[in-house]
Nanobody
Framework: QVQLVESGGGWVQAGGSLRLSCRPSRTTFSIVTMGWFRQVQGKPREFVARIDIDGSTNYTDSVKDRFRISRNKARDTVNLQMDSLKPEDTAVYYC?????????WGPGTQVTVSS
């Protein structure tokens, strides 16, 4: 059974940086898109960033120029480099990997940014 493994969350002061990573436990499916979402308690989960198989990327406006998504294709690992973090970035971050058949969600990792 495929599970997603996330790492890199934690606590940081405003202006600091964190790097999130996500990988599947097994590569038994064809990956189409990899990305990150985040969710604050009581609010809908929102899109943060994605990277497609051709390397193209997309970001939500609130993180553009501060976050950068990348992929290590050999390891099927997706990373999210988060710089200049703001308190409003505080949320649980979820990895999403889309295959040609179904979607896989990570368990979520907490990112807390203090003012």
């Amino acid at each position: 059974q495929v599970q997603l493994v996330e790492s890199g969350g934690g606590w940081v002061q405003a202006g600091g940086s964190l790097r999130l990573s996500c990988r599947p436990s097994r590569t038994t499916f064809s990956i189409v898109t990899m990305g990150w979402f985040r969710q604050v308690q009581g609010k809908p989960r929102e899109f943060v960033a994605r990277i497609d198989i051709d390397g193209s990327t997309n970001y939500t406006d609130s993180v553009k120029d501060r976050f950068r998504i990348s992929r290590n294709k050999a390891r099927d690992t997706v990373n999210l480099q988060m710089d200049s973090l703001k308190p409003e970035d505080t949320a649980v971050y979820y990895c999403l990997i889309k295959s040609r058949v179904r979607d896989y969600w990570g368990p979520g990792t907490q990112v807390t940014v203090s003012s």
